[in-house]
C-alpha cells in the first residue's frame, strides 16, 4: 500500500475525531460543566456548543426539571417519647448547574440527609397527637429549612409532603379504641337527641290531642247544658200551662157542680142528709180514730139555707141558682201574659238545628240511596211552605212571676 493512501487515511481518521470532539449537542431542560484542563470553563446550554478538542472536557450532565424523591420511612421520636415512622416525599429543582457539581459531591444523597435530621428537629418538639393533625405545619417547616440549606448548592426545594406517619402497633390499637369509643359516644348522643326530640314531638302531639280534646268536651258540655237548659224550660212552661189548664178545669167543674146543686134547689134536709152521708167518708182516713159531730150543725143548716136561698110558698127556704153566662173567651185567652204559654209551634231555632242535622244526615248518606222526602219536612210535620214557628215567649227574670203565676199562689 502506498504510503500516501496510509497518511491519508490517518488525516481523515485525526479530521474526524477532532470534529467530533469538538461538537457538543446538549438536549432541552438540561445542563453540561464544562472543564478545561480540569478546570471549570463555562455551562454548556441546550443546544450545538462548540469544544475544544483534547483541551475541554464535559465534567457532569445536569437535569434541569424538577425532580422528585421519595426515601425511605424514617424512626422520629416525638415529644412525648413515642417512635413513628414517617416517608417523606421532596419535590426539588436544580437551579445552578455549577454548584450542584462543585458544591456537593452527590446533592441526592445530601437533600435526604438534610431532610431526616430537619423531620426529627422539627417532629421533636410535637406531641403524637399534633404530629397526626399538623401535616401542613411540618411541610412548610420542612420545606423552609431544606430551601434555605440548599440554597448554597444550586438547588431549590418547592414542595415537601408527608407520605406516610406510621405510629406504633400499641398506639394504633389505643387510637382505634379511642375512635372507637368517640364514634360511640358521638352515635349515643345523636340517638339520645333523636330520643329528645321525638318525645319532644310527641308530647306536643299529645298537648294539641289534650287541648282540642278539652275544646271539644267543653263545647258539649256548654251544648249539653245549653240543651238541658232549653228542655227544662219547654218542659216548665208546658207543666205550668198544664197545671193552669187543669186549675181551669177544676174551676169549672165546681162551677158546674155548685150551678147543678143550685139547679135542683135542695133543702135543708137534703143537704143535712148529704152532710151525714159525707162524714162516714170524711172518717175513712188512717190517722182519723175519733170523729164528732158538731151540735149546732142544725143551726148552721138554717143558717146557710137562709143566707143562699128564698122562702117559698111552704116557708122553706130552697136555693135559686143564677142565671148561668157562657163564658165569652177560652181559658188561654183571659189574660194576654199568659196567651204564649198554649204555644205548641215548634222553635224556629230548634227547627233549624233539625234541619242542618238533617242535612248532614242526607250527605252521609250513599248515593246510591235515595233518602225519603219526610226526612226533609221540618219538625213538627210541617210543610216547607208553613209559616215559621213563633219563638219562644221571654222568661221572667228571677224573683219576678207572671199574672198567671201570681194568681196561682194566690
Known sequence: MPVELIVLVVVAILVI????????????ATAAVVERLGRFRTTAEPGLNFLVPFLDKVRAKIDLREQVVSFPPQPVITQD?????IDTVVYFQVTDSRSAVYEISNYIVGVEQLTTTTLRNVVGGMSLEETLTSRDQINTSLRGELDKATGK???RVSRVELKAIDPPPSIQDSMEKQMRADR?????ILNAEGERESAIKTAEGQKQSQILAAEGAKQAAILGAEGDRQSSILRSQGERASRYLQAQGQAKAIEKVFAAVKQGKPTPELLAYQYLQTLPQMAQGDANKVWVVPSDFNKSLEGFAKMLGAPGDDGVFRYEPPKEEPPDTRPE?????????????????VAEAVRAAEAVARKEVPSAMNPSPQMSE???????NAPQASPLPPQPEPGQLGSGEQSEQE
Do not use: C, Y
Open 378 to 384: 221540618p219538625l213538627g210535620g210541617g210543610t216547607p
Open 184 to 188: 360511640e359516644k358521638r352515635a349515643m
Open 81 to 85: 417519647n413515642l417512635t413513628v415512622s
Open 153 to 155: 448548592w444550586g438547588l
Open 333 to 349: 185567652e183571659d189574660e194576654d201574659s199568659i196567651s204564649s204559654w198554649f204555644d205548641t209551634s215548634t222553635n224556629p231555632e
Open 17 to 28: 475525531t477532532i470534529v467530533a470532539k469538538s461538537v457538543l449537542v446538549i438536549p432541552q
